[in-house]
């Protein structure tokens, strides 16, 4: 299983990002996948889900209504929109499938 995750910055307070996760080593379209993230000092925690068809997704609460994930099974990828982003949104973001994760991107809300 490989997951690498793309995408991160420097951002604004109110300011958007789009994450991108490519996939390898396993049967992506029918593998539900998540988002955890890490903020500094503190320990991983998940953000989102998404069914096998991406046709369901589920979001903690605190992001819900400002991120969005999606995938596209035919290129092996996996996306998170963040909009209106928040400092308490700087963390390390993974994507992840079951217990795998990969190398994940740096996400950091800042004015």
């Known amino acids: 299983v490989q997951l690498q995750a793309s995408g991160g910055g420097l951002v604004q307070p109110g300011g958007s990002l789009t994450l991108s996760c490519v996939a390898s080593?396993?049967?992506?379209?029918?593998?539900?996948m998540r988002w955890l993230r890490q903020p500094p000092g503190e320990p991983l925690e998940w953000v989102s889900a998404i069914s096998p068809s991406g046709d369901q997704a589920f979001y903690t609460n605190s992001v819900k209504g400002r991120f969005t994930m999606t995938r596209d099974n035919a290129k092996n990828r996996l996306y998170l929109q963040m909009d209106r982003l928040k400092p308490e949104d700087t963390a390390v973001y993974h994507c992840a499938r079951g217990n795998d994760r990969g190398r994940g991107t740096q996400v950091t809300v800042s004015s």
């Open positions: 080593g396993f049967m992506f379209n029918t593998s539900g």
